[in-house]
């Protein structure tokens, strides 16, 4: 049974740092492109930044460019997204999600294999 659970979710002031942690289990972590997603209150559920099975390439969404790195530990099978100069606009639930799609710009939710239950964030002003 393939598990994906993210923690580090949290209440963050404007400005501050915050990294967030995925654990996968049930599945072969180094075969599975990865990434985060995340979903503001009334709005669709976007691509924040994902990873590719390989790890050889990342991408980004435009508005966390510069101030999000995702990264993967093959080895623990764990998932990071630090992300810096957090501002209320980042505020959402966000998404640890795997995909068994091999090619590099594969971050849209419709590609998602396996999702992670949430983990909420809230930027305050």
């Known amino acids: 049974q393939v598990q994906v659970v993210e923690s580090g979710g949290g209440l963050v002031q404007a400005g501050g740092s915050l990294r967030l942690s995925c654990t996968a289990s049930?599945?072969?972590?180094?075969?599975?492109?990865m990434g985060w997603f995340r979903q503001a209150p009334g709005k669709e559920r976007e691509g924040v930044s994902c990873?590719?099975?390989?790890?050889?390439?990342?991408n980004y969404a435009d508005s966390v460019k510069g101030r999000f790195t995702i990264a993967r530990d093959v080895a623990k099978n764990t998932l990071y997204l630090q992300m810096n100069s957090l501002n209320p606009d980042d505020t959402g639930m966000y998404y640890c999600?795997?995909?068994?799609?091999?090619?590099?710009?594969?971050?849209?939710?419709?590609?998602?294999?396996?999702w992670g239950q949430g983990s909420q964030l809230a930027i305050s002003s």
């Open positions: 999600a795997a995909s068994t799609l091999r090619r590099p710009n594969w971050c849209i939710p419709g590609n998602v294999k396996y």
């Open positions: 049930g599945l072969t972590f180094a075969d599975y492109a």
């Open positions: 990873i590719h099975w390989s790890g050889s390439n990342t």
